[in-house]
């Protein structure tokens, strides 16, 4: 299965696998700003991600909104500044599902993170949510990964 593109409401669906099949040209026909809806995304491989970068270059400056990513997403964006927007922070993510550890039980979650919780300065409980399991304080798996939402 390869990725699918599908629209309702002013939001553009994209579900399935990034890969060499992917065809984004079809969205170079949307009007901005473009919000991508990306949660039924379930793998991303290595060409897949050069041709989202190729869409990048030719949608341009224009805005771009991502919702919910999966973490597939967000541990691609975090590392590479140019899903971001190639020559300014063009693209926001406005939600992004975050992997969490509580070290005191080990229990791992992922949290869905909305851009609102980060800016101006990120919440409380988006750096240390609360673990259901023991009730204590859980940890950011990867310190970096909420720059995904620097503006
Ligand atoms: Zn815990």
Redesign the pocket.
Known sequence: MTMKITRTAGVVFLSGVIDENSDFSPLLLEEAPLSLNLAGIQRVNSVGLRSWMRFMVQWGDKPLKYLECPVVISDQIAVIPALRGIKSKSATVISALIPYE?Y????QEDLMVQESQFTPAPEPKVLNPQ?P????E?DLVNPGQLSIFEP
């Open positions: 509580c005191g039980c080990q229990h673990c399991s023991c009730k204590g859980m």
